[in-house]
């Protein structure tokens, strides 16, 4: 056998699986964005050109300024900025915790901050659920022990309180990863960095913003962009929660995919619902491209 | 003097802010530890006592007395997750040795590819992959589940393989090359044996991510009861008017107690293949 052709034969289960699984899909939700088309009834459909892309911008659900593919898309633009934002900073906060000389116990910390990332997020959800009751949840509880609340907080009945609580949740299944990756780009700084700049009479911030920020720049932006796009496609936290209520308050842009798929058929259908796809894999992509750049230029582990 | 005080303050705020971090990540932890061990017959209390009043083992029974597919469930699960580190491992083995070790035409768009499909997620393509299962009369059975995950973990596997493959010399390979090995004893034979670590990691990594994200794909594309994983079984402990909250917790901890335990020992694989993400040559 030739040797220039093992490398291909090789790729075989990979090239298979994802023009099977993932682009031919892909194609498919492209077609079916031109055409009308419902979940209910596979075998109908016809065209109807960018009608779609138009309902994207034209339909109005309850909102009577920003049309539903609109608000859906606004509001996963801010729940994404809220869980990704606690997750840059209570990871970068974590990570450097957990890498500092004067915390003793660090073994232990950093193999009690992974467990998280193991449980199912449908089950995290479910405890979470729990936690977060208003009667009997442990949450309220304790902010009561703290003397922080005088009366339990209906954390989920609320639209704002959900909204923000819901991407709360989702920072808590994501926080371990952004701690241990960011913790390892930490590990990778040499120590004799910081020993140069304490011999020069550096202070602590300047050698967090001369050293440790720089050195660290090219995992955190990694890391910050890889998590943007996986909070921006998350499902089951939402769905467990809340379902998207109440009144839509949580309702970002898979919800809405989902919704309008397969529960609120007679307003959408598969054919809208695959134009709201496009959307959001042009997002998706967009990010992509920048993480692929970011890749392109080095992160040396 | 002055010096020593202010790094007794610094360890002091430091093991006070890293117990709060904990506090953080471990507070529905904890909820599900104090309600699973809870007697389901002592009445709620609001607000909720902060530490267990009294301990027993009594949910753990009575979750397969109210649900008594539970194990059947829990089998499901495993079955799905194993399927897809399976599934996950035969395709990212041979190919992440592929980019590992080959010069070849295509090589970066396919890492770039490889990439690009971590991005996505099951809800962007859910309707295409049912009718596509539909087609191939799949819809319903343990193979559409576990087909259907495995693209997801798939570009992380053949990342970790690859990653873990550039770290080992090439030496030993190309030993056995000359002495008249094919290249696929060699993978056989050579490289499965030394990357083993990196295989175990992949295991575990699509085995907890296939548990993990086979919610929705379960949710459209598995209709009987019996073919349910965990994760829609729970549902059985929420009724119209109320839920099991104890048994629910008990059945929570018996199901993840051996994924996360799993998961702890091969983490420093996953964390590894996940930095060394540079696709410079």
Redesign the interface.
């Known amino acids: ?1 030739k ?2 052709a ?3 034969i ?5 090239i298979v ?2 023009a ?3 682009v ?3 194609y ?2 492209v077609e ?1 964005s031109f055409y009308k088309a419902s ?1 209910l009834n ?1 075998f109908y459909r016809q065209f109807v050109g960018l009608e779609n892309y138009k309902w994207l911008f034209t339909f109005k659900l309850f909102d009577p300024k920003l049309s539903y593919f609109l608000s859906a898309f606004k509001r996963s633009l801010l729940w994404v900025a809220g869980s990704v934002g606690i997750k840059v900073a ?1 990871g970068l ?2 990570a450097l ?2 890498n ?1 000389k ?3 116990g660090k073994k232990v ?1 950093r ?14 959800a ?3 659920a ?2 977060l009751n208003s ?8 902010l ?2 703290l003397h922080l609340i005088k009366a ?1 907080v209906t954390f989920l009945a609320r639209p704002s309180s959900a909204f923000i609580t819901t991407f709360v949740v989702d920072a ?1 299944v994501g ?2 990863f952004m701690i ?2 960011i913790l ?2 930490l590990q990778s700084i040499p120590e004799n960095l910081y020993e140069a700049a304490t011999i020069d009479g550096a202070g602590d911030l300047t050698k967090f913003f001369k050293i440790t920020l720089p050195m660290i720049k090219p ?1 955190l932006l ?1 890391v910050t962009l ?1 998590s943007t ?2 909070t921006f ?1 998350s ?2 936290i939402i ?1 467990i929660l809340t379902r998207g209520g109440p009144i839509r308050a949580t309702e970002t842009l ?1 919800i809405a ?2 919704n309008i ?2 529960l609120m058929v007679r307003f959408g259908g ?1 054919g809208k ?2 134009a709201m ?1 496009i959307a ?2 042009i997002f ?2 967009v ?2 491209i920048f ?2 750049r970011t ?2 230029k ?4 | 003097m002055k010096r020593s005080t202010r ?1 007794l303050t ?2 002091i705020i ?2 006070i ?2 117990l709060l ?2 506090a ?9 530890l ?2 699973a061990l809870r007697p389901a017959d002592l009445p ?7 530490f267990p009043e009294k301990i027993t083992l009594q949910n753990f029974k009575s979750a397969f007395d109210l649900v008594p597919r539970l194990p059947r469930y829990l089998l499901n699960s495993f079955i799905y997750g194993a399927g897809v580190s399976i ?1 996950s491992l ?3 083995i ?2 992440g ?3 590992a070790r ?1 010069h ?1 035409r295509g ?1 970066k768009p ?1 890492m ?21 299962m ?1 087609k191939f009369g799949l819809v319903n059975t343990y193979l559409s589940v576990i ?2 995950g ?2 997801f973990t ?1 570009p992380l596997s ?1 990342w970790l393989v690859t990653s873990y493959m550039q770290t080992i010399p090439k030496a030993i390979e190309e030993a056995a090359l000359i002495d008249g090995c ?2 696929f004893s060699v993978i056989h034979r050579i490289i499965i044996p030394m990357i083993s670590p990196a295989i175990v990691a992949v295991l575990i990594y699509a085995f ?1 991510t296939g ?3 086979q ?2 794909l379960a949710l ?1 594309l598995i209709k009987s009861d019996e073919l349910m994983p965990i ?1 829609q079984g ?1 549902y059985q402990f929420f009724s119209r008017s109320s ?1 099991r ?1 104890n048994e ?2 008990a059945a ?1 901890l018996m ?2 107690l051996i ?2 335990a ?3 020992v091969v ?1 420093k694989y996953i ?2 293949g ?7 040559e």
Not at chain 1, 298 to 301: L, N, S, W, Y
Not at chain 2, 24 to 32: D, T, V
Not at chain 2, 274 to 280: A, D, Q, T
């Open positions: 056998m040797r220039k093992v490398p291909y090789l790729l075989i289960p990979l699986a994802f099977l699984f993932l031919y899909p892909l498919k939700v079916t979940f596979p209570l906060l974590g915790l957990l500092s004067y915390l003793i910390y193999t009690l901050v992974i467990v998280p990332w193991a449980i199912p997020w449908a089950m995290a479910m405890m979470w729990w936690t009667e009997f949840g442990i949450l309220n509880s304790i009561m022990h339990p808590w926080l371990p241990i990756m390892s780009g995992v990694t890889l796009v996986w496609n499902f089951d769905w898979p995919i989902y798929s397969f598969i619902a695959s796809t959001q894999v998706v992509s990010i992509a993480y692929i890749l392109e080095g992160v040396e582990a | 790094e610094k360890k430091y093991q802010l890293a971090l904990i953080f990540l471990f507070l529905p932890i904890y909820q599900m104090v309600t709620w209390k609001s607000p909720a006592p902060l599934v035969l395709v990212a041979p190919a040795y592929a980019i080959f070849f090589r396919i770039i590819f490889v990439i690009y499909a971590n991005m996505f997620a099951p809800i962007m393509l859910l309707v295409p992959i049912y009718v596509i539909k087909l259907a495995s693209i798939i053949t094919s290249e907890i548990w993990s994200q919610f929705i459209t994760t729970l839920v909250w629910l917790m929570i199901s993840t994924p996360v799993l998961f702890l983490q964390v590894r996940l930095v060394s993400g540079s696709i410079k």
